[in-house]
């Protein structure tokens, strides 16, 4: 069975950091996008940080320039190095594996979250 295993959350202050992983099993983990999505208290979820199965990287505009995307192929995981964080980063973060083998099909894994909070 698929299972994204995440560890890394806890409390911080402001200006602190956090490094986020996700591990995955029962998967092709180089085949896969990784991504991480945050969910705070009355908010949507929210992209946060994607990667490629090429490398590629993408962030979310509220991020850009604080969070880091990276992914370790020979050990099926991928991490979000979190700097200089603010309280407004609160949130529950989701690790999701996504396959698009095709252009009219795809399949995707969520993990089970991860809670970070930042506050003084």
């Known amino acids: 069975q698929v299972q994204l295993v995440e560890s890394g959350g806890g409390l911080v202050q402001p200006g602190g950091s956090l490094r986020l992983s996700c591990a995955a099993s029962g998967i092709i983990f180089r085949l896969y996008n990784m991504e991480w999505y945050r969910q705070a208290p009355g908010k949507q979820r929210e992209l946060v940080a994607s990667i490629s199965r090429g490398g590629s990287t993408k962030y979310g505009d509220s991020v850009n320039g604080r969070f880091t995307i990276s992914r370790d192929n020979a050990k099926n995981t991928v991490y979000l190095q979190m700097n200089s964080l603010k309280p407004e980063d609160t949130a529950v973060y989701y690790c999701?594996?996504?396959?698009?083998?095709?252009?009219?099909?795809?399949?995707?894994?969520w993990g089970q979250g991860t809670q970070a909070t930042v506050s003084s």
């Open positions: 999701n594996a996504l396959f698009l083998p095709t252009m009219s099909s795809s399949q995707n894994y």
